[in-house]
């Protein structure tokens, strides 16, 4: 599985199951890629890097303990992630924790597989997931991937591999995307090869999709090409349909260079051995903040898992937390 995080400047990280590059880490991050503890990183299991430093990792150290450190988060995020059982050892599941935070972090969405996290997302998002929740509680088909980008724009992909859009600051994705929903219109589980997302939002355009059976697609900065790239091109091919998948999402907006060459498009199968669309009817809740047009479709069956904790009062709730500043907090790094 890939890890592909894009941050502020020259803040960026790729990692395939055999090997892994970096730009500019945040310092408290770095130092465990440095590190001579048991806890020094083997493997990334998620990194997120957020706005001004801030970031969330969870790694699998040299020990063969899963860790996980966050600093400059939001204090609802943190605390969520922070979370002790009564036995005070960290009750999330730190291998399965997937997070995705929006521009400037005032938005996100976190999971770890069973319990379920988000705040202040964009309208068409929201509603798309509100449109997956039974009416006494739990998903028909829960997110399993989620990527939050500029001025609104989001991606969804749900456990039935189905999902909804809206990216129109990423014309080549948008483009792309909905060629594919109207060329596979009737076959099913239009996201099943579909492994992660990741939407650049300090750099309008770039995203890069990974795919169960090793391929990628994406368009990013040319300085980037002879870095991501080829650690990208070393991704194993596995079974399609696998439930869980790396997201990682940033924040912020600078303008994108003009007269950019055509999205890179490597080492990936044909597309109807990638995308395929849902056979579900699509609804048109892919809503864009800032203007643009965007297309989508929600996923409302599919089965996935039942999470009875989630109901619609809970979302409503989430829906309506908000802050005024995000406060650095220590960083803090939990062995599970």
Not at 158 to 177: I, K, M, N, Q, R
Not at 230 to 236: A, F, K, S, W
Not at 279 to 286: F, I, P, T
Request: proline letters at 6%; a negative charge; hydrophobic letters at 40%.
């Amino acid at each position: 599985m890939a890890v592909v995080a894009f941050g502020p400047g020259d803040s960026w990280f790729v990692e395939s199951p055999s090997q892994w590059k970096w730009g500019t880490l945040p310092a408290p991050c770095l130092g465990f890629f440095h590190s001579t503890a048991p806890s020094k990183v083997d493997h990334v299991h998620n990194l997120v890097l957020g706005a001004n430093g801030s970031f969330m990792m969870t790694w699998r150290g040299k020990d063969g303990s899963s860790y996980q450190c966050n600093s400059g988060l939001p204090p609802d995020l943190a605390a969520w992630l922070d979370k002790k059982d009564a036995s005070g050892r960290l009750a999330r599941n730190v291998t399965n924790i997937r997070l995705a935070i929006g521009p400037d972090n005032a938005s996100f969405f976190v999971t770890d597989g069973i319990d379920y996290y988000w705040s202040n997302l964009p309208v068409g998002l929201n509603n798309a997931i509100k449109s997956l929740l039974r009416p006494g509680g739990g998903f028909t088909s829960a997110p399993r991937l989620v990527a939050l980008g500029v001025q609104g724009n989001y991606m969804m992909i749900t456990a039935g591999h189905g999902g909804s859009w809206s990216v129109a600051a990423y014309p080549e994705l948008d483009t792309f995307l909905d060629e594919q929903r109207i060329k596979h219109s009737h076959t099913p589980g239009m996201f099943s090869n579909v492994a992660t997302v990741a939407l650049d939002a300090f750099d309008v355009r770039n995203f890069v999709l990974t795919y169960y059976d090793g391929g990628h697609y994406g368009w990013i900065p040319d300085e980037l090409d002879d870095l991501v790239w080829p650690v990208l091109r070393t991704l194993p091919k596995s079974a399609p349909g696998r439930a869980s998948a790396t997201v990682v999402t940033t924040t912020t907006t600078t303008a994108a260079a003009p007269g950019r060459p055509p999205a890179q498009h490597h080492n990936s199968s044909t597309f109807s051995n990638v995308l395929k669309l849902a056979n579900v009817a699509l609804k048109a809740n892919a809503n864009i903040v800032g203007g643009g047009s965007g297309g989508g479709g929600v996923d409302i069956g599919g089965g996935g898992l039942d999470f009875s904790g989630v109901t619609d009062a809970f979302t409503s709730t989430l829906q309506s937390q908000t802050w005024g500043s995000v406060s650095d907090v220590a960083a803090n790094w939990i062995i599970q």
